[in-house]
């Protein structure tokens, strides 16, 4: 049973504009929320997480926004740069060592 | 960027030989972890460590064992590689809850 999903495979957004990655959860006791970003063949980076007592993280040109009563997690990018094609990940966890992660998003900005 | 380092960076192997994946840190940090990473399923946990000797089960261990006898060492063994088994393996780090883990480079393992 997959408790951190993304729902979509891909997304491809112009240069310039706003990139949105979304992510919904499962499992209510999820306190604490990471987005990631992977290039090929590298392992994935930290890119900017939230606790479950905010609403909003920003980072930058990176702000993640959590909605608990949806459970939905969300990353805006703006403006998206063509660095930004990569694959994301969102992740989660509930107080202890492990991580729970979605299946990935693979962004492409269009020059 | 942490210092994380994986060996070896890639491996072809066949059915039935062990193969031995090892991570090295450079940061003291306490847990250590290993993922693999295939095509539709994103992450998945094989097995942590949060201690020298101390080390637990994640969703995919079945096939694989771990050691970890030095803070900066976490190695992981297929005791008797299957083709399922090819992927790419990640490393991770952190150092408390409720805080980023910091991956390596990763392993891609083929097992013909």
């Known amino acids: 049973d997959q408790q951190v999903k993304q729902n979509s495979p891909s997304l491809s957004v112009q240069e310039g504009r706003i990139s949105i990655l979304n992510c919904d959860y499962t499992n209510s006791m999820f306190d604490y929320f990471l987005w990631y970003k992977k290039y090929p063949a590298e392992g994935p980076t930290f890119l900017i997480s939230?606790?479950?007592?905010?609403d909003k993280n920003e980072d930058g040109r990176f702000t993640v926004f959590l909605n608990k009563s949806a459970k939905h997690l969300s990353l805006h990018i703006v403006p998206s740069q063509p660095g930004d094609s990569a694959v994301y990940f969102c992740?989660?966890?509930?107080?202890?060592?492990?991580?729970?992660f979605g299946t990935g998003t693979r962004l492409t900005i269009i020059p | 960027d942490a210092g994380i380092t994986q060996s070896p960076r890639h491996k072809v192997t066949e059915t039935g030989t062990p193969v031995t994946l090892r991570c090295h840190q450079t940061?003291?940090?306490?847990?250590m972890y290993w993922y693999r990473q295939d095509p539709g399923h994103g992450l998945r946990l094989i097995h942590y460590s949060y201690g020298v000797k101390d080390t637990d089960k994640g969703e995919v261990s079945d096939g694989y064992s771990v050691s970890r006898s030095k803070t900066e060492d976490f190695l992981l063994t297929l005791e008797s590689a299957t083709s399922s088994q090819t992927s790419v393996y990640f490393c991770?780090?952190?150092?408390?809850?409720?805080?980023?883990?910091?991956f390596g480079p990763g392993t891609r393992l083929t097992v013909t």
């Open positions: 992740a989660a966890n509930f107080g202890n060592e492990k991580l729970t």
């Open positions: 940061e003291n940090h306490r847990y």
């Open positions: 939230i606790s479950s007592i905010k």
């Open positions: 991770a780090i952190s150092d408390g809850l409720d805080i980023p883990q910091y």
